[in-house]
């Protein structure tokens, strides 16, 4: 079994930063990637970002991308979310997500991933 914790999220203005992490415990060493999403009140699910944990190449949603940096610290069996120049939009429950298959390398689909922290809630004002 793998938990996984988030934390860091608040309430930020538009254009401000703000860095979210997820710490793993547990059995980390079975993970391959670790995934970061959000879900907004009244929609799906959708993915942000990702990373191979023994590579470190990652992969962004084209909304993020040049904003969010996913970063990790193995030492720390931690994964972050950097995310700067912020838009109301970005206003989301994030979820970290990881993957003990490793069967779709940095997948986007909820599907893909089996182990899932309880969220962090991002707020970003106009």
């Known amino acids: 079994q793998v938990q996984l914790v988030e934390s860091g999220g608040g309430l930020v203005q538009a254009g401000g930063s703000l860095r979210v992490s997820c710490a793993a415990s547990g059995r980390t060493s079975i993970n391959y990637a670790m995934g970061w999403f959000r879900q907004a009140p009244g929609k799906e699910r959708e993915f942000v970002a990702a990373i191979s944990l023994s590579s470190g190449r990652t992969s962004y949603a084209d909304s993020v991308k040049g904003r969010f940096t996913i970063s990790k610290d193995n030492a720390k069996n931690t994964v972050y979310l950097q995310m700067n120049s912020l838009k109301p939009e970005d206003t989301a429950v994030y979820y970290c997500?990881?993957?003990?298959?490793?069967?779709?390398?940095?997948?986007?689909?909820?599907?893909?991933?089996?182990?899932w922290g309880q969220g962090t809630q991002v707020t970003v004002s106009s």
């Open positions: 997500a990881a993957d003990s298959y490793g069967q779709y390398p940095l997948g986007y689909r909820v599907g893909n991933y089996d182990y």
